[in-house]
């Protein structure tokens, strides 16, 4: 009578050992810890058919999780997460909005402040390298409201959405990175995703031209950096408020061509909102082309940053002999060259 309904069960163990040895000789192992996961999920959907044109849908998950540092420490969550929407339907486009609930536990990096082998001192208290901390598992929790649509026809696929989402103890970088090369995070109270997304497309007589647009504002209430210093509506490292992607593609038998732009806005690498530690914003422009015979012989050749672009990724902040700030990124590659040959037996 048009309800559907999916349940499932999902059960993981999960063991890793991790090392650290002498570069120069592999055999120096200088630490050996090992990390243990179980993650037991549970979780029913439902899907109601009101009339052929309102659809409502509906799930709700149960997931237990059980990490346990070295069989010396072990952490333990329980979390519910429900969602509920609805959407409307017409024969060339559809209106839906939802709202959900999500929790996730702490990852085993932000559990141990960074550190890859500690010494664990009793409770949440550790030790690693000199420093002792106290370990925070609180985990994370994301409110999520989407509203949207969609239209098409023969020439025109255009779909538009808004999110809000609204995070408790959120785990943000704050531009270092540990002596593995992990970024480093802390939590902060309160914090904001929300914005607007966009894509479309136009094809007529073999072209095809097409547009992703994102627009986020992104937000922390209050940040408290390493000296105690307060941030107040603070924007996130390495969050641009603006991403697009446009591109051009023409499709004649057996041959394609196109191209493609991507523009990143600029962000910050730490965050306090220091406009000296910023990532430039960058545009990249992409080609390809290609051949597909009859489905069994396909070649293509990418090109990447066409116009060699000089562009930077972020990576966070150092400090100098003095005792500055500075900025440090990952540098992107300039031109560069793919080829992709597929054969079919």
Do not use: C
């Not at 650290?20 to 120096?28: E, F, G, T």
């Not at 097409?210 to 107040?232: A, C, E, H, Q």
């Not at 992607?245 to 991507?262: L, M, P, T």
């Amino acid at each position: 009578n048009g309800l559907l309904l999916n349940s499932g069960l999902n059960y993981n163990y999960y063991r890793r050992e991790h090392t650290l040895a002498d570069n120069d000789s592999v055999d120096d192992i200088w630490y050996k810890n090992f990390g243990y996961k179980q993650d037991a999920i549970g979780y029913v959907k439902a899907n109601y058919t009101v009339d052929k044109y309102v659809n409502i849908f509906a799930d709700v998950q149960y997931r237990y999780v059980n990490f346990s540092y070295d069989k010396k420490k072990t952490y333990q969550w329980h979390f519910v997460n429900p969602k509920l929407g609805i959407k409307y339907l017409r024969r060339n486009w559809n209106v839906y909005t939802s709202g959900a609930m999500t929790q996730r536990e702490v990852t085993r990096t932000d559990l141990l402040n960074g550190y890859d082998d500690v010494t664990h001192l009793g409770g949440n208290s550790f030790e690693a390298f000199g420093d002792t901390f106290q370990s925070n598992s609180l985990p994370e929790r994301v409110y999520d409201l989407e509203v949207g649509g969609g239209w098409k026809n023969k020439h025109w696929n255009l779909n538009l959405n808004y999110y809000m989402m609204y995070f408790n103890n959120e785990r943000v970088a704050y531009g270092e990175i540990n002596y593995i090369g992990l970024s480093l995070k802390k939590p902060v109270d309160r914090s904001i995703r929300t914005g607007v997304e966009f894509d479309g497309s136009y094809n007529i007589s073999g072209f095809t031209i097409g547009s992703s647009l994102t627009y986020s504002y992104n937000r922390i209430f209050k940040y408290i950096d390493n000296d105690g210093v307060i941030y107040r509506n603070v924007e996130p490292y390495a969050s641009p408020m603006i991403l697009m992607n446009n591109y051009i593609q023409y499709d004649h038998k057996f041959f394609y061509i196109g191209f493609n732009g991507n523009y990143v806005y600029r962000s910050y690498l730490d965050n306090t909102q220091n406009e000296d530690l910023i990532t430039p914003a960058n545009y990249i422009v992409n080609g390809y082309l290609g051949f597909n015979i009859e489905q069994a012989f396909t070649i293509r050749l990418n090109v990447n940053n066409i116009m060699g672009t000089e562009y930077y990724t972020p990576a966070g902040v150092s400090e100098n002999p003095s005792g500055m700030k500075e900025p440090t990124y990952y540098v992107g590659a300039l031109r560069n060259f793919l080829v992709t040959i597929k054969a079919n037996f």
